[in-house]
């Protein structure tokens, strides 16, 4: 008697993806999980498990990043409305 074809899903390994394209995803779309994870074909839960599993705080990283968006943009406003262009 043939085994049932959904028992071959459960034997196929998932790939997920590296720690290169997870960053890549991060930096595409401002470190944001939700829209990294959906650009990767992955869901936020497994975004955040892979994250820690490599030792990686988002926290850490998305407060640098816009941190230092947030200064860029308030100098351009700035600049723009002293006629500084």
Request: hydrophobic letters at 40%; zero cysteines.
């Given at each position: 008697?043939?085994?049932?074809?959904?028992?071959?899903?459960?034997?196929?390994?998932?790939?997920?993806?590296?720690?290169?394209?997870?960053?890549?995803?991060l930096?595409?779309?401002?470190?944001?999980?939700?829209r990294?994870?959906?650009?990767?074909?992955?869901?936020?839960?497994?975004?955040?498990?892979?994250?820690h599993?490599?030792?990686?705080?988002?926290?850490?990283?998305?407060?640098?990043?816009?941190?230092?968006?947030?200064?860029?943009?308030?100098i351009a406003?700035?600049?723009?409305?002293?006629?500084?262009?």
């Amino acid at each position: 008697m043939p085994r049932p074809r959904w028992r071959r899903f459960w034997k196929r390994k998932p790939e997920y993806p590296t720690a290169e394209q997870i960053f890549a995803a991060l930096d595409a779309n401002g470190w944001h999980a939700g829209r990294a994870s959906r650009a990767l074909g992955i869901g936020r839960a497994t975004l955040w498990r892979r994250l820690h599993s490599a030792g990686i705080s988002l926290r850490k990283n998305k407060k640098k990043v816009w941190s230092n968006f947030r200064f860029a943009e308030s100098i351009a406003q700035w600049r723009k409305r002293t006629g500084q262009v």
